[in-house]
């Protein structure tokens, strides 16, 4: 597995969750599992074709996912609240009359952008250290049975350990 990757999604995932201040150990673990089956489903999409492909695939999936938290910090920065599939759906031409705002809280959070953006600079000073040659399908076999067995372990923890009346327990910020 590449570990740049994990190292990255931790990193992004715990400086959102710091600049939102959310706080729970438990929340971590979630964090840290999702981290995990993340980056290795991304890792096994980027080590199944050849590897010019697997680079691109690669890059562009570290590219998305920063460009994801940006946008996620900048959201909770201007409104106090977590970015939803329905607010990116309802809201994107709201978003366009308020430019003028995001533009100020973009600037004034440039340093928040500038930390996110870190992960993704190093990604391409340093990919041809990065090895993104095909697996084998062994490695693949197994590489894919460690992300289902994470994720259905990850699914049962939120369900039979999570506080459904927190707002941001773990099984309302998955289910909802």
Partial sequence: ???????????????????????????????????????????LISSIFKEKLNKLIYCI???????????????????????????????????????????????????????????LVLLFIFTKKISFKKLKIKEILIQLSIVIVAFIATIAMINVFSNKTEIYSPQNLYYN
Avoid: R
């Avoid at 946008?71 to 003028?100: M, R």
């Fill in 1 to 43: 597995m590449k570990k740049f990757l994990l190292i990255t999604f931790i990193l992004l995932e715990e400086l959102l969750f710091s600049l939102i201040n959310v706080n729970s150990i438990h929340l971590n673990i979630y964090i840290l599992l999702f981290t995990l089956i993340t980056a290795l489903i991304i890792d």
């Fill in 61 to 119: 999936s570290v590219s998305i996912i920063t460009l994801t938290f940006i946008v996620y910090t900048i959201f909770y920065k201007l409104l106090g609240s977590i970015l939803s599939i329905n607010s990116i759906i309802n809201g994107t031409t709201q978003a366009i009359g308020f430019s003028d705002v995001l533009v100020k809280e973009i600037l004034k959070n440039w340093y928040n952008i500038l930390i996110i953006l870190i992960p």
